[in-house]
């Protein structure tokens, strides 16, 4: 006979089953414990819970005869060094927003500038030269800081270049960098100042192409006699090293890959590690 269509149990089935539930209550209860009990670890470990981005600030600053307007990304927890981040020919401070923030967080002070001047690479060398000074005095960016790495992505890599020999730069990273021969000179302006620097070096380069003047600085690598990695990134764009790009430099240049931006990414945290002990 059965009760609403169900079989009766047999003799020790119900008896199994209250066993079953039982364990199944206590087994709860201790997957609960367990997760509770990492929580506190975990907020013991860090009282304040994980540090936040501070807001980015966006100051004018008056270098020579210019006013340079730039964007500062306060470090997040403690003050490893500091970073200045130039960018491309008619490019601007925006286009290399993402580095910077990625920089900001692994502990650096980082500066993204735009360049007061288009055509000039001394005069923005001479810019980036003042910033370097004003971080080491502090104040204007608030305290000393004693390790500056230059950063510069396509022309702003020659105008960092040409910068990179001043006191308190510690690395200079080049993301496929741009060179050129000056008017009434004989010789490429990027390719004599590496040939004389001592300051620690690395080469981000895409392979040649028409947007990076058919990779005119990849001479910089036998140059540079503190060269520590040149890295040719198969496949990369020359938009692969802006962060964020836009579509105006995609349909001059090519499309953007995400492994090709990942690298680029993970090789200036890699110097940032190196530099800023």
Not at 145 to 167: H, Y
Request: net charge neutral.
């Amino acid at each position: 006979m059965a009760l609403s269509g169900r079989p009766l149990p047999r003799f020790g089935e119900h008896q199994h089953n209250v066993q079953m539930e039982t364990l199944v209550f206590h087994a709860r209860r201790v997957c609960t414990a367990l997760v509770g009990a990492a929580a506190v670890m975990v907020t013991m470990g860090n009282p304040l819970g994980p540090a936040a981005a501070a807001p980015v600030q966006t100051k004018v600053h008056a270098i020579h005869d210019h006013r340079v307007t730039l964007d500062v990304y306060p470090a997040v927890g403690p003050l490893r060094g500091a970073a200045i981040l130039s960018h491309g020919f008619t490019r601007s401070r925006r286009t290399l927003a993402g580095h910077a923030q990625a920089l900001a967080d692994a502990g650096v002070l980082v500066l993204t500038p735009d360049l007061p001047c288009t055509f000039d690479f001394r005069c923005n060398a001479r810019a980036l030269a003042a910033l370097v000074g004003s971080l080491r005095a502090g104040g204007t960016f608030g305290a000393p800081v004693e390790r500056v790495m230059l950063v510069g992505f396509s022309a702003g890599g020659l105008s960092s270049l040409l910068a990179a020999d001043t006191p308190g730069v510690v690395g200079f990273v080049g993301m496929d960098p741009f060179d050129r021969t000056m008017p009434g000179e004989d010789e490429r302006l990027g390719l004599v100042a590496a040939g004389r620097l001592q300051t620690e070096a690395l080469l981000l380069r895409a392979p040649p192409s028409s947007c990076n003047a058919e990779a005119v600085a990849a001479s910089w690598g036998t140059a540079l006699p503190a060269l520590w990695r040149d890295e040719l990134i198969t496949g990369a764009s020359h938009c692969d090293f802006e962060s964020p790009t836009d579509w105006l430099c995609r349909l001059a240049c090519g499309d953007t890959d995400p492994a090709s931006q990942q690298r680029v990414r993970q090789a200036l945290l890699d110097a940032a590690a190196r530099w800023m002990r």
